[in-house]
């Protein structure tokens, strides 16, 4: 295999989260956690001669209020777990385990209580469809700049164009910049019959069938993503900095050149997540036209508060689809 044919893209460095299965039959769930990896990978013809491309100064210094971001959203979600829920999670696993052990009596009492469980799940509130169980959270950070992304993208495109599709999925797979917030939910509509309908197989002695039926179930659990694009986060928390120093009521020059490059790193983080597909290109015309707007009036030396606010709302406000 050739370099060309490898295209894992020596320009980026991704932060890689750890992943939450989309089965979770028997897999243990604990806290989330996130690594950072670095590739140096043989590059594609688009990317060859450069090096890993470093966050800038002022990307860098933005990290701690992009790690509260992500952490917050995970708050959010954690918060809504529900104990009874995680509670009828863990007796399944404990029946399923109880029966490779040949335990039928203490598989049948786990499933008692799983059971019970997910009733009072039900009845505190019936129109509960999916019962949140755990929350993880994955990061794809991409180091790069919106041309070398562009240039990928090109590339993946002529890649397509001449049915080289597998090259072209190399090229695209790691073309991410988000932290994915992973909710594990157990389907309420039919989680809780298919354990009732356990038992009887169990009384049976059918302890395959019924092992079979618990991996089956198990195997439900749905997984929710919530996607938070960095560029996005980055940018804003630029623009608070930018902010802090206008408001100044004697700006120094370092001041007003600080301003300049906060707002400048912010217009390519915005660039960064057009290139990469959150959102249309319409969408980001006005966000382009409000940053245009703040950046004069800034570099004129007006610091009236208010100046950010309504860039500011409307990154809050974007859809940043994916």
């Not at 995680?86 to 059971?115: N, Y």
């Not at 560029?231 to 630029?238: E, G, I, S, T, W």
């Not at 606010?309 to 994916?322: G, H, N």
Request: glycine share 4%.
């Amino acid at each position: 295999m050739t370099n060309r044919d490898l295209r894992t893209l020596a320009w980026m460095a991704i932060g890689v989260g750890f992943m939450f299965a989309s089965g979770c039959s028997r897999s243990e769930q604990g806290t989330s956690t996130s690594v950072e990896a670095s590739s140096t990978a043989p590059s594609s013809s688009a990317t060859a001669g450069q090096k890993a491309e470093p966050k800038s100064p002022e990307a860098q210094s933005v990290e701690p209020q992009v790690q509260s971001e992500i952490e917050n959203m995970e708050a959010q979600k954690r918060a809504s777990l529900l104990a009874d829920a995680q509670a009828a999670l863990d007796q399944t696993r404990a029946a399923l385990a109880a029966l490779d052990k040949g335990d039928r009596q203490a598989a049948l009492s786990a499933l008692e209580q799983a059971s019970g469980k997910l009733d009072l799940v039900v009845s505190r509130d019936p129109k509960l469809a999916f019962a949140p169980i755990d929350v993880r959270t994955s990061i794809f950070d991409l180091y790069t700049t919106p041309d070398t992304v562009k240039r990928v993208v090109k590339e993946a495109r002529d890649d397509l164009s001449n049915s080289q599709v597998q090259q072209a999925r190399l090229l695209v797979t790691p073309l991410a910049s988000e932290a994915d917030t992973h909710v594990a939910q157990i389907p309420l509509a039919t989680y809780p019959a298919a354990i009732k309908a356990v038992a009887p197989l169990i009384d049976a002695g059918k302890t395959e069938e019924a092992k079979a039926a618990l991996e089956a179930a198990l195997n439900t659990i749905v997984i929710e993503t919530y996607v938070i694009p960095l560029p996005r986060v980055r940018a804003q928390a630029l623009l608070r900095q930018a902010e802090q120093l206008t408001a100044k009521t004697n700006r120094t020059q370092d001041d007003n050149q600080r301003v300049h490059s906060l707002i400048e790193v912010t217009r390519t983080q915005i660039q960064l997540a057009e290139a990469l597909g959150y959102g249309t290109k319409e969408d980001y015309k006005p966000l382009y036209a409000q940053l245009d707007d703040v950046q004069k009036k800034a570099e004129s030396g007006q610091s009236n508060k208010g100046l950010f606010d309504r860039i500011e709302q409307s990154l809050k406000r974007f859809k940043f689809s994916s």
